[in-house]
């Protein structure tokens, strides 16, 4: 079983900067796919940026060059920079840790982040 703990959410103004956490229960980044996915009121759930066990990343379209996904293996943490926000950056941001083969799939209890503008 993986628990994730995503931290670092809040309030932000138009243009600025957030850091997310996410403290994961183990050493799993040797095999697990890491994600952050958002979800804004009232649609889906949409992936933002995946990292993966061999170092590959993805970014939606819409945060491509704005976002950065990185890994601390020592602290069994994975981070989502986040620059330049939008207000359409607002949503609850959630942690996906994603096991490539056997179909794990383990979610944080996600974090709000507001943009104002």
């Known amino acids: 079983q993986v628990q994730l703990l995503e931290s670092g959410g809040g309030l932000v103004q138009a243009g600025g900067s957030l850091r997310l956490s996410c403290a994961a229960s183990g050493n799993i980044f040797s095999v697990y796919t890491m994600g952050w996915y958002r979800q804004a009121p009232g649609k889906q759930r949409e992936l933002v940026a995946t990292?993966?066990?061999?170092?590959?990343?993805n970014y939606a379209d819409s945060v491509k060059d704005r976002f950065t996904i990185s890994i601390d293996n020592a602290k069994n943490t994975v981070y989502l920079q986040m620059n330049s926000l939008k207000s359409e950056d607002t949503a609850v941001y959630y942690c996906?840790?994603?096991?490539?083969?056997?179909?794990?799939?383990?979610w944080g209890q996600g974090t709000q982040v507001t943009v104002s503008s």
């Open positions: 996906n840790a994603a096991h490539p083969w056997i179909g794990q799939n383990y």
């Open positions: 990292l993966t066990a061999r170092s590959t990343t």
